[in-house]
């Protein structure tokens, strides 16, 4: 079966500090990979998505994702965070031979203090 | 399109109540799948609808949830009796297969008092 692993369940950062969330998955066939952000209240929005091709990925708001196959992984960066990036960030994965249903990590709470 | 809209936005009601949730998916999307949100449990997937057919309903917690999809173009989430601890924020999405990427709806925020 399908699981989405997060590695950091909270993350506090200081306005321009770098950012790495970890994302591991486990599934052994091809997979289609995705960060999500949820602000407070808020509907889930995507950030970006990897289906095929380019590893690297880059999304709204300056973030971007690396997939890196050997490692299952597929972690989100963004190279100096704003305090509007406080949020909660959600990996996932799915797969055509498994209808495509969305598998969803635990999520991460980043707090960006001013 | 207007994407997945989910109704009602936000639902309070009384234990024991039914309470029905409505997701209208994307015009052309053959999945439809539903979440529930909860602090404690994060983001579950309930039951998923291929072509209208229900494909996997593991998800769905106890009898009282059931989940119909009467056509391409509706589903709806009920919970008969209600009860506290399904407070949560239902999301439905849907999917095309060809282009394979999920459509969320801004979700339900139901209340159980």
């Not at chain 1, 590893?55 to 100096?80: D, H, Y």
């Not at chain 2, 009384?14 to 309470?19: A, I, N, Y």
């Amino acid at each position: 079966a399908q699981s989405v692993s997060q590695h950091n369940h909270h993350v506090i950062l200081s306005e321009a500090a770098s950012l790495e969330l970890g994302c591991n998955y486990s599934y052994g066939g091809t997979v289609n990979l995705f960060w999500y952000v949820q602000y407070p209240g808020q509907h889930l929005q995507l950030l970006l998505k990897y289906f095929s091709g380019d590893p690297l990925v880059k999304g709204i708001k300056g973030f971007e994702a690396e997939f890196i196959k050997s490692k299952f992984s597929f972690n989100l960066r963004k190279p100096s965070v704003q305090w509007s990036d406080t949020a909660e960030y959600f990996c996932a994965v799915n797969a055509r031979d498994s209808s495509y249903k969305l598998i969803f990590g635990s999520g991460t709470r980043l707090l960006v203090r001013p | 399109d207007a994407g997945v809209i989910q109704s009602p936005r936000h639902e309070v009601t009384e234990m024991g109540q039914e309470v029905t949730l409505r997701c209208k998916p994307i015009s052309g999307h053959d999945y439809l799948f539903w979440y529930r949100q909860t602090m404690m449990r994060g983001l579950e997937l309930l039951i998923y609808f291929n072509n209208n057919v229900p494909i996997d309903d593991s998800g769905m917690p106890e009898d009282r949830f059931s989940a119909k999809m009467p056509n391409a173009s509706f589903s709806t989430l009920k919970i008969q009796p209600s009860e506290p601890r399904d407070s949560a924020v239902y999301f439905c999405a849907s999917i095309r297969t060809t282009e394979r990427l999920p459509f969320f709806g801004q979700g339900t925020r139901l209340t159980v008092v």
